[in-house]
């Protein structure tokens, strides 16, 4: 039963229900590549929700005589220029070095143990 | 030609359609949507919008707002692609698209191809997270929502009738639509079932436009007097609300299997301040007394029962009608009125069912409505006013 954690002397009107099996199903041939587009959407519902919340912020500080003029002909100091470039590489390197990596090996693969 | 599950799945055809339904009947639309009057226990986190409580969350609207436009992009960038690329599949193994492909043949091509499968998962992981996002953020505050609905439960104008200990039939208890916990199991989806389905007719029945249109497409009888309506299967009540909107001296009564959705329902028309009478029953087995209704509706609640069951309904609704009463039930193309399947539509509604949950949907596909509605008794034609998908609707008048 899908119940909300609630204090327990409520009643909540749920009954019992016969649950979908949707996260089993395989529609592009592997299950990894599912679940990596599922992550996909979800992260696109993030990265959206940060940019929505950016515009808001620009809205509120307008209105509070931070325009947005002046947060697009805002200049760095040369401190913030480089700590943001490093943070920007960090970004990157998380974001996209998983591309290239070189799998060649079948899950079957035997794992050759190093000697000493 | 219509492709019907497209549109329904997406909801932008549904939506320009019945604009344009609501355009030509301005003037039967033209009675004021009602604005929020508040409750004592209201929860209004960041006020609302006309009779729309905004979502609770900068964030949980943005992710609504997101998944609204990747729903509109997948219907968009898929509408035409997928069906080319079956069309071409199909014609590759030699067999004429246009034949009526087998079922069989049509998913042996689906399994194996990309595009078909990326647009069935994008579009089902949308839906997903649709509800999930949801969930996730009522669930986390269950208290604070819970309370909000017990402060409305005894208040008015309308009323609501709950039965904790009702023994609900199976087929009332599966997750349609994928929405967790269905209609039944999960105490605070009256909140997920309206918001999510916000986000599915992608914000075009924010303010019931949609359910005002069909409560205005639901015929007279012919003496033209409405007492008493009842609408079936009618969830969180807002067609039900807008009948009332209809038909303001009459006493509106929605009867559903889901407690949840009908707690969630009563409280929205209490903040609507319009009085509906909401009660728990069951569509088979209404239990309200031989001819005391002048007209019985629903919207979409047939192609969500087994077939066996839509028949009982029409025989309750015939029960419950007064001689001369109305019976117009609001679904997807009956009878004659379907479109030929075209493959891409097969597959369509393949996995509408499979993996949308769209449970009984061969059943309702296969069922002879209008039949069962003259095996009943009432004067049944397939060519009522439009009211939904297609040019008609089915309806029954019950003989004076």
């Known amino acids: ?116 | 030609m219509f492709d019907r599950r497209t549109m329904f799945s997406g909801l932008a055809g549904v939506a320009t359609g019945a604009m344009a339904l609501l355009k030509s009947k301005k003037a039967e639309a033209a009675n004021a949507a009602p604005s929020h009057l508040g409750f004592k226990g209201d929860v209004e986190v960041r006020g609302s919008t006309d009779r729309n409580e905004r979502l609770p969350t900068l964030d949980l609207e943005s992710q609504q707002d997101f998944l609204t436009g990747f729903r509109i992009w997948n219907q968009t960038s898929f509408r035409t692609l997928a069906p080319e690329r079956m069309n071409q599949r199909l014609e590759e193994r030699g067999i004429d698209p246009a034949s009526n492909p087998s079922i069989t043949a049509i998913l042996d091509i689906a399994d194996t191809d990309p595009v078909l499968g990326l647009a069935a998962h994008t579009w089902l992981n949308c839906q997903f997270f649709t509800w999930k996002t949801i969930q996730d953020h009522f669930h986390a505050d269950a208290d604070r929502y819970l309370d909000e609905l017990e402060a409305a439960d005894k208040l008015g104008p309308g009323t609501l009738e709950l039965h904790p200990d009702m023994k609900l039939p199976d087929h009332t208890k599966h997750e349609i639509h994928i929405m967790p916990g269905g209609y039944v199991g999960d105490s605070l989806g009256g909140y997920m079932f309206h918001h999510g389905t916000n986000n599915f007719y992608t914000n075009k029945n924010n303010k019931d436009e949609l359910h005002r249109v069909y409560a205005n497409a639901v015929p007279l009888p012919a003496d033209g007097v409405v007492k008493r309506v009842l609408d079936v299967g009618c969830t969180i009540g807002q067609m039900t609300v807008a009948l009332k909107e209809r038909f303001p001296e009459a006493e509106i009564w929605g009867i559903d299997a889901g407690a949840p959705m009908l707690r969630y329902g009563h409280m929205r028309a209490v903040d609507l301040g319009v009085e509906v009478h909401l009660a728990q029953r069951l569509a088979e087995d209404m239990k309200f007394e031989d001819n005391s209704f002048d007209i019985v509706t629903s919207y979409i609640l047939h192609h969500e029962m087994p077939a066996e069951i839509s028949k009982q309904h029409v025989r309750e609704a015939f029960r419950v009608l007064r001689p001369g009463g109305v019976f117009f039930p609001i679904d997807f193309y009956t009878g004659s009125n379907k479109p030929s399947p075209l493959a891409h539509q097969k597959y369509r509604h393949f996995w509408d069912m499979r993996w949308n949950n769209e449970v009984w949907w061969d059943e309702y596909e296969s069922l002879d409505l209008l039949g069962a509605m003259r095996a009943v008794g009432f004067e049944a034609t397939e060519n009522g006013p439009r009211a939904w998908i297609g040019s008609k609707n089915l309806l029954g008048i019950k003989p004076a």
């Open chain 1, 1 to 116: 039963m899908a119940t909300t954690k609630h204090k327990a002397d409520r009643p909540d009107y749920a009954s019992d229900f016969i649950p979908s099996d949707v996260e089993r199903g395989v529609f592009l041939g592997n299950p990894v590549l599912d679940n990596m587009m599922a992550s996909m959407i979800a992260l696109g519902t993030e990265v959206w929700s940060m940019r929505r919340r950016m515009k808001v912020l620009e809205a509120v500080l307008e209105e509070k005589g931070i325009t947005k003029q002046m947060v697009e002909q805002y200049v760095p100091t040369a401190e913030q220029e480089a700590a943001w470039e490093k943070d920007r590489d960090r970004f990157i390197d998380l974001t996209y070095s998983p591309m290239l990596r070189e799998g060649d090996l079948p899950i079957s693969s035997t794992f050759t143990r190093k000697k000493k």
